[in-house]
Structure formats: structure tokens, C-alpha cells
């Protein structure tokens, strides 16, 4: 035995048991706003618990976990604990990264993991519905940042035509909506734009439609109870699908269904995680970070729909342009990408 590599592999051990249990800290942090009332400016942790009104013996022990893990920044000369700029974005501002939404959705789908283990000794599905809200609600508060960011101002100029579409006023399906977060980025950046959304997890949908009401889109933006292989609707402009294909049991069925509600000259905007088509190029954080994601997710989900496919967080290109051809589209190209995600333009 390597005594060097045992002492590296359980140095990895440590690193990601200490994450484990800071996990929770993070949403501790989150629920409670503790990040935020940090982001207010140093304090002690008896000045800390003044402030948010918790007990000053957990805030002293979870503001030092915090330090020791590098989420907060502590003074020794003083006894302070604060938060840089960089660390304040990340975890206190909602239109950042939004980090606690994250490790919410973590902590949500490990709450199934008694079932999941049975599902694989069964090889039954665990569908959408039935994991814990804290994975529904934790999806839509991460990912939207990157929408905001992004969808507007990059993704949909990348695409041929399709912006001066939307600014005269289009037809678009927003499949797999969930909470409704990109359908209302769409609605509210193209005023003369209708978006239908549509989602097989009734209860996000009715999260959306409060969320749309609130916004002020709700007479340019409804939402429908539907798989993807039957998604109401026809001539659409644009067909937007977000982080969902991989989940489908029937991602095939999905892409047919695209091709025949598309307007003949039509765009499907297909985003999925980035990955490379081999496994040995996604042995990396970002693609451990999917893989379980897709365990816990994404694999389950499609195994408890019909179709029998189970495409994973993690597929690649090849497999997705491969479908898309199948489906009977015949143009296909990759018109942007970010760290976490390729952004395909895909037409009849």
C-alpha cells in the first residue's frame, strides 16, 4: 500500500465530509437570512445575534464553521466575522449565483435516498413529484440567475432571427417550464410576445401562474399541465426546453413533438449541462457536481416515465444531436455555451 496516495485519499474523505455537513449550514444560513444580515457589515457574534435575533451559542459555532470552511471571513484582531464583496454576491444576493439555492436542492433530493437505494436493487423511477418542495424550489432560485443573465442578452441574440421575432410579437412554448422563471424572462423582455408554459409537476405550475400574476405578464403568459411529448399548441416561433431533456423517459417522442408544433421556420432552443461525449473528459468537479444531480434527479425521473430512455445529466452533444436528427430536424449547432451549459439552435 501507497501510504502517500491513502493519506491524499483521505485528506478527499475529510474535504468531503466537512462539505457534507456544511451543507446544512448553508441552508441554515439561508433560512434564517444570516448571510444577508452579515452582508450588513461586521460583527461579533454577540453583535450577530443582536442583530438577527438567534442565540448567540449556535451563531457563534456555525459563523466559525463558516470561516473554517472559507464562506465568511473572520478578524482575530477584533473577533469580527464579515462578509468580502465577492462572498456576499454569491451567498446574500438572490441575482447572483445564488450558492444556498444549491445546496437547498442538495439537501431536497437527499432527503429520497432510502428510496432511491431501493430503486436500485428495483430499477423503478422516482419521479418529479415526489421528491421534497426544497427540490423544486431550490432548482428554479439557482438557475435563474444564470437565465437572467444570460437568456435575454446572449442566448436568444446567438440564435438566427429569432430576437426581431420576439420584439414584433411571437408565439412561444417554454417546455418543462417548472416554476416559470424563463417563460417570465421572455414575457417581460418582449411585450408583444405570448409564451405558453408547460410542465408535468402541477405544482410548479401553480407556483408559476402566482409568479406571472405578480410580475404583471399573466394575460401574455399561461401555463399547462402536459408531458413533452404532448405539449399543447402549434406554429410556435420558438420552442425553448431548459435543463429538462436529459430527464424525459421518452427524449425522442419530446423532439417529435418540437418538430410537429414548430412554425416552418421555427427555432428550437435547446439548453443542456455542457459535457463531453466520452466519460473519461467529464472526470472533473463541475461533472461530478451532475453526476449527482443525475443519480439523485434526472436518471430517476426518466426511468418513472413511459419511453424506457434514460439520457442523463451528462450525455453530450453527439447523443443530443443524434436525437434531434431522429426527430427529423436537419440543422443543428452548438450557438453558445457557459461553464455549466451548451446553448443549441436547432431547425427543421
Not at 441554515?28 to 448567540?56: D, M, N, S, V
Amino acid at each position: 500500500m501507497d501510504h502517500a496516495q491513502l493519506a491524499e485519499f483521505m485528506g478527499r474523505v475529510v474535504s468531503d465530509l466537512g462539505a457534507t455537513g456544511a451543507a446544512g449550514g448553508v441552508v441554515i444560513g439561508h433560512r434564517l437570512g444570516l448571510y444577508r444580515a452579515l452582508a450588513q457589515g461586521p460583527a461579533t457574534p454577540e453583535q450577530f445575534a443582536e442583530r438577527t435575533g438567534c442565540h448567540p451559542r449556535y451563531l457563534t459555532e456555525w459563523l466559525r464553521g463558516q470561516a473554517a470552511g472559507g464562506y465568511v471571513t473572520h478578524t482575530p484582531a477584533t473577533g469580527e466575522f464579515s462578509l468580502t464583496d465577492e462572498q456576499a454576491f454569491c451567498l446574500a444576493d438572490p441575482d447572483g449565483p445564488n450558492v444556498p439555492a444549491a445546496f437547498l436542492t442538495g439537501l431536497g433530493y437527499l432527503r429520497a435516498e432510502p428510496r432511491l437505494t431501493e430503486a436500485f436493487r428495483t430499477g423503478a423511477g422516482i419521479a418529479w413529484h415526489e421528491h421534497d418542495e426544497d427540490v423544486f424550489v431550490g432548482c428554479d432560485a439557482f438557475y435563474r440567475p444564470g437565465y437572467v443573465a444570460d437568456l435575454v442578452s446572449n442566448w436568444i441574440p446567438a440564435l438566427d432571427g429569432v430576437e426581431a421575432k420576439l420584439t414584433a410579437g411571437a408565439r412561444v412554448a417554454d417546455v418543462g417550464c417548472g416554476l416559470g422563471s424563463s417563460s417570465l424572462l421572455v414575457a417581460e423582455a418582449y411585450p408583444r410576445t405570448t409564451v405558453v408554459g408547460s410542465d408535468l409537476h402541477a405544482h410548479s405550475l401553480e407556483l408559476a401562474r402566482q409568479k406571472a400574476a405578480e410580475a404583471g405578464v399573466g394575460n401574455r403568459v399561461v401555463f399547462e399541465t402536459a408531458a413533452a411529448q404532448d405539449f399543447p399548441g402549434a406554429d410556435y416561433d420558438l420552442v425553448m426546453m431548459f435543463d429538462c431533456l436529459h430527464d424525459m423517459g421518452d427524449p425522442l417522442g419530446a423532439a417529435r413533438r418540437v418538430r410537429e408544433a414548430l412554425a416552418p421556420d421555427g427555432t428550437w432552443l435547446l439548453v443542456e449541462p455542457f459535457a463531453p461525449d466520452r466519460f473519461e473528459g467529464t472526470v472533473d468537479p463541475v461533472a461530478r457536481l451532475y453526476y449527482a444531480g443525475s443519480t439523485f434527479l434526472c436518471v430517476p425521473n426518466a426511468l418513472s416515465q413511459p419511453g424506457g430512455s434514460a439520457l442523463g445529466a451528462q450525455a453530450g452533444e453527439t447523443a443530443v444531436r443524434e436525437l434531434t436528427a431522429q426527430a427529423g430536424f436537419t440543422r443543428f449547432r452548438r450557438a453558445a455555451q457557459t461553464p455549466f451549459n451548451a446553448v443549441y439552435e436547432i431547425r427543421p
